[in-house]
């Protein structure tokens, strides 16, 4: 079975680091990616991993653990624009579709 | 990465009828995907098409309800059937990665309301 959990809401305040996780148990592997979702707005690709470790770019990195099912992904220098859903996805590496089966997601709330 | 043009971007509809909803990529993709997202929730995956064959289907959907097709490498129309008010929600598309990018890209969405 598939199981892709994250906290449902959450809030930091401008200019700070939030840390939003997701952890994991599927049948399959092969790789994680995390999308921004603004309110009435089609999600919007962050970042991916699939190997272990921290992967930058800009203000957001996103960490993995394979062996935890288990990742982060990290909002530096938090602005208000920040203020959205955030989606972690399990490539599921069964079968020939490489489907995205996506988690619960965490609403992000940004206040000054 | 690919974009795609989704229509349309929302309708009202009656139960009982029909609507189909069409996905138009600007290169040719492997694998088109449809999700189902209710208000303040996560996406759920619907379906997958493949071109040249049947579609596959997630726990809980079936063909009847939601046919779909996908007569090339660069489209895809999912039919949402015998509507009910459960039905209201909003239905995207998505495709896998072309040219070496990671991310899986998304249509804007139909925002579907039935009455």
């Known amino acids: 079975g598939q199981n892709i959990d994250q906290p449902t809401e959450m809030t930091a305040t401008e200019g700070a680091i939030v840390q939003i996780n997701c952890t994991y148990q599927t049948s399959g592997f092969n790789g994680l990616f995390w999308y921004q979702q603004h309110a009435g707005e089609a999600p919007t690709f962050l970042s991916y991993?699939?190997?272990?470790g921290l992967e930058e770019k800009g203000r957001f990195s996103s960490f993995l653990s394979r062996s935890k099912g288990y990742s982060y992904l990290l909002l530096k220098e938090l602005q208000m624009k920040d203020s959205a859903s955030y989606l972690c996805a399990v490539r599921d590496a069964g079968g020939a579709t490489n489907k995205l089966i996506f988690g619960t997601g965490t609403l992000l709330a940004v206040q000054p | 990465s690919a974009v795609i043009s989704q229509k349309p971007s929302r309708d009202i509809c009656q139960r009982g009828t029909s609507l189909t909803i069409q996905c138009q990529v600007d290169?040719?993709?492997?694998?088109m995907f449809w999700y189902r997202q209710q208000p303040g929730q996560s996406l759920t995956l619907i379906a997958t098409a493949n071109q040249g064959s049947e579609a596959t289907y997630e726990s809980g959907f079936v063909i009847d309800k939601f046919p779909i097709s996908r007569p090339n490498l660069t489209f895809s129309t999912l039919t949402v059937s015998n509507m009910s008010p459960e039905d209201s929600s909003i239905y995207l598309c998505?495709?896998?990665?072309?040219?070496?990018?990671?991310?899986?890209?998304f249509g804007s969405g139909t925002r579907l309301t039935v009455v």
């Open positions: 290169s040719q993709v492997t694998m």
């Open positions: 991993n699939v190997l272990d």
């Open positions: 998505s495709a896998s990665p072309t040219g070496g990018v990671y991310g899986y890209t």
